[in-house]
């Protein structure tokens, strides 16, 4: 009845198939591993690297915050709420206009030059819409609203927004002249550990005018 198969068939079919599965399980474990241990770098050594990103360029923070949720979770957002974190301001950026002159009011983006690195960047931003740029202080942006006169700070690249009381009530008082209004320049200032401020002149004027948000 029946003959034997022969023994080498199946012993045969296994040896062809092994060898070509062991190297790619091993080239899958090894990718796994490279990637879990990256995630995983010790929480004194991702500080370090943040604090020396932090030093050159907030951009490079914000970038490898976003590589993995181990890293986000062991470092500080960089969206500060209240931007009274100076380490968090984009230094070292420029931004590349001139108030309404060169930027239209309908643009909702400027652009962006690192004055250390030549890095480049054009950053889409809504919230210029109906504001006016009256003066920038390391990187920030600040804005006048050209309906409500109210002053806001704006951080381009996390773009977190502090709203400080409008300037009207004490410019109608001290200043007394609109066009005023058209032509003043603003910075920021830091007025606690845990808000900023900013300071106001005006052309023509011996008057100063400084809001503190809250």
């Known amino acids: 009845m029946g003959k034997k198969l022969p023994p080498s068939t199946p012993t045969a079919g296994r040896r062809r198939k092994g ?9 899958k474990r090894r990718r796994i591993h490279e990637a879990s241990g990256w995630a995983s770098l010790p929480t004194d050594v991702v500080h370090l690297v943040t604090s020396r990103l932090l030093a050159g360029d907030v951009v490079d923070y914000i970038v490898f915050r976003a590589v993995c949720s181990g890293w986000r979770s062991c470092t500080s957002d960089a969206r500060d709420p209240t931007l009274s974190k100076p380490d968090l301001w984009p230094r070292g950026w420029v931004a590349l206009c001139d108030g309404d002159g060169v930027r239209p009011d309908d643009a909702g983006e400027i652009g962006f030059f690192h004055t250390r690195t030549a890095r480049r960047l054009r950053v889409r931003l809504p919230e210029l819409r109906r504001h006016r740029i009256i003066g920038f202080t390391r990187g920030l942006i600040i804005l006048l609203n050209k309906r409500t006169a109210a002053v806001r700070v704006l951080h381009p690249f996390t773009r977190v927004v502090v709203d400080l009381p409008s300037l009207v009530p004490v410019f109608h ?6 066009n005023s209004l058209l032509d003043m320049n603003a910075a920021v200032c830091s007025a606690s550990a845990t808000s900023i401020a900013v300071v106001a002149w005006f052309p023509w004027t011996h008057v100063v005018i400084g809001a503190e948000a809250g």
């Open 173 to 178: 008082d001290a200043v007394r002249n609109r």
């Open 19 to 27: 060898p070509s599965l062991a190297p790619l399980s091993a080239c």
